[in-house]
């Protein structure tokens, strides 16, 4: 398992293959078949693997900060593995320890009065926050590392026209600001609480 997320996280989850697997382990394709029926099956451990790292919730805290000590964990999370938000936004949301994680926030939910639907649907609306949040961060700072990527995001900004988009182009640094980090993450954050709380 540590050989597959390994390479995953060198190469990507495009460029990741049973094959490369098998080649850094030294062995046969056919060899990683007994464990794994094709490369979904890997995927899917690699992610139950990864959600099994989001701790438990802690029971002595208020309501509102138990989804709060939630979504930071995830976040935390994908930050430190990015190949998770891959693997989330892109696969199915099976496997045990991704139920483990729901079944945590939603108990929350519930136990703070409310009722199903609006459980399910809180849920489905913090998660999404979280992993559109985190992926946008990590697009963000995987383009700040890229000079070029960068130059070109920076000379598309700096060639907008002040006459057509005036908010945009008065906005620009600021909006450079809020691309990313703890502080955007959790104002976001608060503004769905805020909303949750009321």
């Known amino acids: 398992m540590r050989t597959a997320l390994d390479l995953m996280e060198a190469k990507g989850l495009h460029a990741f293959s049973l094959r490369g697997v098998a080649g850094e382990l030294g ?11 094709n490369k979904d099956d890997l995927y899917d451990a690699i992610r139950d693997h990864l959600m099994a790292l989001v ?41 045990k320890e991704t139920a483990r994680v729901a079944e945590g926030l939603l108990g929350v939910l519930r136990a703070a009065g409310l009722e199903p639907e609006a459980a399910a649907r809180t849920h489905t609306t913090l998660f999404t926050y979280v992993l559109g949040a985190t992926t946008w961060e990590i697009q963000m700072a995987s383009e700040r590392l890229d000079p070029d990527a960068w130059r070109r995001l920076r000379t598309s900004m700096e060639s907008l026209s002040a006459h057509e988009f005036p908010t945009v182009v008065e906005l620009a640094p600021e909006l450079a600001r809020t691309s990313g980090g703890d502080e955007q993450f959790d104002y976001g954050l608060d503004l769905l609480l805020a909303g949750l709380a009321s």
């Open 27 to 37: 062995v046969g394709p056919m060899a990683l078949y007994t464990y794994f029926r």
């Open 55 to 95: 701790p438990d919730v802690p029971q002595d805290l208020p309501w509102l900060d138990q989804v709060r000590f939630v979504c930071r964990g995830l976040r935390a999370l994908m930050l430190q593995h990015p190949c998770l938000a891959q693997l989330l936004a892109s696969r199915p949301l099976s496997g």
